[in-house]
Every structure is written in C-alpha cells, then in structure tokens.
T-cell receptor, first 110, second 117 residues
Framework: QQPVQSPQAVILREGEDAVINCSSSKALYSVHWYRQKHGEAPVFLMILLKGGEQKGHDKISASFNEKKQQSSLYLTASQLSYSGTYFCGILSPGTYKYIFGTGTRLKVLA | GAVVSQHPSWVICKSGTSVKIECRSLDFQATTMFWYRQFPKQSLMLMATSNEGSKATYEQGVEKDKFLINHASLTLSTLTVTSAHPEDSSFYIC?????????????FGAGSRLTVL
C-alpha cells in the first residue's frame, strides 16, 4: 500500500537537476510532496489534485499522472538547501489517512 | 497558516516508565489527528488516527494498549507510550488537517524524539 519512490537516494552537484518518482499500486486522488531535513518534521511542498496537473514553486515542480498512478517531483538547478529526504504522500479517500512513500534521500554538494 | 504544536520536542526516560506527548492545533480545530512514528533513515509510518470524542483507530501491528491515544478536545490529542522500552525509541510526529478550510494538507507538529534507556 505504501507508495514506492525512486530513486532511493541521489547525490548531485549544485545546479544539477533531479527527478523523484512516486508510484502507487492504488488509484490516486491527490498527491502531496514533503521535504524533511534531518531531525525535523516534514515540510509541505505542494499538492496535486487532478490527473495531468502540474505545479511549481521557484525551481521545484511536480506532475501527477492519474492513469499511471504516479507523480514526479522535479528539482531544477538544485541548491544546497534542497538537501533532505523527500516524501510523497497519498490521501486515502473516505478515511482521509495519509500514507507516505518510501522516501528519497537527496544530497546536494557544493 | 495552520500551526500544530507538539511537546515535548525530546524526552529521555528509563525503561518501564510512561511518556506522554501532546499535540495541539493552535489556530484551527481538528476533529482528526494522525500519529506517525519514524525510525532512523525510514519513512513516516502511520500508527493511528485520533478521533475527537471517540476511540482512536490503530494501524495493523500497533499495540493499542501500549500506545494510548486520547483526543479529548478539538485542539488536543495526546499519545502516551506506556511501559516504554528501548525499542520504542523513535521520532514521533503528530499531524492534523484543517477541515474547516477544506484544504487537504496536513500540518505537522515539530516532532518528539523519544529515547528510552
């Protein structure tokens, strides 16, 4: 039931791009993305509500493919501050329980 | 924006003692709050759903007698780890959804790091 994220970990240089994928075995109604710094609580990045929706803020954007039951997070021209663990989260309809993905550890090097 | 306050931020206790963690929604009412547990380098795993005025709903494999959840008001949920043991050491995080605003976004508390000696 837990969404599977790929890759599990990625290391990149400042300025490089990265893509993080989130796949669910169940139908998706919305996808949420969070970033967590070590020892801190997750911070909300964005929510995608409709299939085909794409959204972005600054140099971080995401897409939602409802048919494929997956979402992707795009980090463009990465900055040192992007380092952390990224989680996708899916909302279970009816129960409104949030189930988080397996996580992707991202490290940006100077 | 919605704010969730969680206390304490860290606690160290001896094996066999009980520890209570509080989760408060400061500027909104939350009929439902969620409790997660996170072990190092792992994802957040949902432990239970706390429902105001009724019993919590526990996920499979979570001992309800060990992790007592009380949601006495629309702004407060507590998690009590009873008879804590070293294997209960973890990062516990609560979250709540501002249902009035209609936004399906969870707001997280800052988390509580429990260390059981």
């Amino acid at each position: 039931q837990q969404p599977v994220q790929s890759p599990q970990a990625v290391i990149l240089r400042e300025g490089e791009d990265a893509v993080i994928n989130c796949s669910s075995s169940k139908a998706l109604y919305s996808v949420h993305w969070y970033r967590q710094k070590h020892g801190e609580a997750p911070v909300f990045l964005m929510i995608l509500l409709k299939g085909g929706e794409q959204k972005g803020h600054d140099k971080i954007s995401a897409s939602f493919n409802e048919k494929k039951q997956q979402s992707s997070l795009y980090l463009t021209a990465s900055q040192l501050s992007y380092s952390g663990t990224y989680f996708c989260g899916i909302l279970s309809p009816g129960t409104y329980k949030y189930i988080f993905g397996t996580g992707t550890r991202l490290k940006v090097l100077a | 924006g919605a704010v969730v306050s969680q206390h304490p931020s860290w606690v160290i206790c001896k094996s066999g003692t009980s520890v209570k963690i509080e989760c408060r929604s400061l500027d909104f009412q939350a009929t439902t709050m969620f409790w997660y547990r996170q072990f190092p380098k792992q994802s957040l795993m949902l432990m239970a759903t706390s429902n105001e005025g009724s019993k919590a709903t526990y996920e499979q494999g979570v001992e309800k007698d060990k992790f007592l959840i009380n949601h006495a008001s629309l702004t407060l949920s507590t998690l009590t780890v009873t008879s804590a043991h070293p294997e209960d050491s973890s990062f516990y995080i609560c979250s709540a959804r501002d249902q009035v605003s209609g936004a399906n976004v969870l707001t997280f508390g800052a988390g509580s790091r429990l260390t059981v000696l």
